[in-house]
């Protein structure tokens, strides 16, 4: 391997020959398969069981969204500031996924059993009495308290796992591994949608503990493959501050120049263009009266097509470039969100917008991740990765909640699909923004991250 090669396979202290470089992807992508099928389970199967229970839309977009945020703006933003600044013989992420996971799995397990657990409790005098002054049915409560837990497991894996994946892939080849990324996220939200969706009414238990399983093997020895180069010491002087400190630092460093605002916010809405897709299910099985395995093998069928455009989409993005990618998927989101509210009203007519959908929202996700690289300090990446989610997490913590809401008051779940629609046209107009305003910095030849 020439000079020229070499520097191509480095990342920090860590050089790859060509075949320790295939193996790093295939247990990166890989780990992204399980963390994705593991993904799916939550938002996709919760609020029927939910539902089911006679939880209120209010209730379930709090439990399902809206805790998940809320232990994303605390947690995050601690786990990836001290995440940066750890150092250890295992390197500085995968303690942190190491000492989580057996926590994620066991929480993830005992979920579908809040309502049984709920039951028992309810012969417990201190747990009576506690109903008694709780605002809250007892499946609320306990499956709050579940989901929390887990979330807050949860939150260490979702954030130190994406900058681990920044610290040891080569950044000659961060474009096509996220291309794959994108690619191998998609297969396990097919395999989920088309063999265990289905199946979720009969098998709602075995479906949660399956995967908990899995997810828990499968991330432990993703962990112990991959291997994490040598850091440079953090600074002393944050190391011997006061916990105040290193707060202070943190709001200097994530909100003292004027382009951070503007990506978090851009990052941002594109989270709570999703806040309603906690009711996707109830517009496909309860207003089209579909069932369970249509609902999941359609969502399949669309997941083949986006696989199939991801690698021209690719394209397009090595073309546009990530900002200008991230406008135009955004915008046709939008138009495509408006069509469906308009449009859809049966099995065929859904797949089509779902699958026609697919593909704005399959750019911005490929974009969003280059977009992000391209604009944050590389040795500060987690750091600011946690702004953003925290930002964006404070305020979907409320959105999740008035979401609900204005479904209990339309009584239609069509709007599911209008709903992201404001949210993608803002973030168009702000990513435009950050679009002038990298530029001016320098734009692709000059720009260095403030």
Not at 389 to 408: E, K, N
């Amino acid at each position: 391997m020439n000079v020229h090669d070499e520097s191509r396979f480095r990342v920090g202290t860590l050089i790859y020959s060509r075949a320790g470089l295939v193996t790093l992807f295939a247990w990166l992508l890989w780990g992204d398969f399980v963390y994705t099928l593991m993904e799916n389970v939550m938002p996709a199967l919760l609020p029927m069981a939910l539902k089911d229970n006679g939880v209120s839309n209010q209730a379930i977009a709090f439990i399902v969204s809206s805790l998940s945020m809320l232990v994303n703006t605390v947690g995050n933003p601690i786990i990836s500031y001290k995440s940066d600044r750890f150092r250890s013989r295992w390197g500085r992420r995968r303690p942190f996924l190491l000492v989580t996971t057996p926590f994620v799995v066991l929480f993830l397990a005992i979920i579908p059993f809040a309502p049984e657990i709920s039951v028992a409790l309810g012969g417990v005098g201190w747990f009576a009495a506690l109903l008694k002054h709780s605002p809250v049915t007892s499946i609320v409560l306990v499956s709050g308290v579940l989901v929390g837990t887990f979330q807050i497991f949860n939150t260490f894996v979702n954030s130190v796992y994406y900058y681990l994946i920044a610290d040891v892939v080569p950044e000659a080849f961060i474009g096509r591994f996220y291309g794959l990324f994108r690619v191998f996220g998609t297969l396990a939200g097919l395999s989920f949608n088309y063999f265990i969706f289905g199946m979720a009414k009969t098998h709602m238990h075995e479906i949660f503990i399956g995967m908990a399983l899995v997810y828990g093997f499968f991330i432990t020895m993703m962990c112990l493959q991959v291997k994490e180069g040598e850091y440079p010491p953090p600074n002393p002087q944050e190391e011997r501050g006061h916990w105040w400190s290193g707060i202070r630092n943190y709001a200097d460093e994530c909100f003292g120049h004027p382009i951070y605002p503007l990506i978090f916010l851009t990052y941002g809405l594109n989270i709570w263009a999703g806040a309603a897709g906690v009711f996707d299910i109830f517009f496909s099985r309860d207003q089209l009266c579909l069932t369970l395995d249509q609902i999941g093998k359609m969502k399949a069928y669309a997941a083949v097509f986006t696989t199939l455009s991801i690698y021209p989409l690719g394209i397009l993005l090595d073309r546009w470039g990530s900002h200008k990618s991230m406008i135009a998927g955004l915008f046709g989101g939008a138009v495509l969100k408006t069509i469906s509210f308009c449009f859809i009203h049966d099995y065929w007519s859904l797949l089509i917008c779902n699958i026609l959908s697919n593909v704005p929202y399959c750019l911005v996700s490929l974009a969003i991740m280059k977009w992000l690289i391209d604009l944050y300090p590389r040795d500060r990446y987690g750091q600011f990765g946690s702004a953003s989610a925290m930002t964006s997490s404070i305020v979907a913590a409320i959105i999740g909640p008035l979401c609900g809401i204005f479904f209990d008051h339309v009584k239609d779940y069509r709007y599911v699909f209008l709903w992201p629609v404001p949210f993608y046209l803002a973030g168009a107009c702000v990513a435009w923004l950050v679009y002038r305003k990298w530029k001016s910095m320098g734009g692709e030849s000059g720009y260095q991250a403030p």
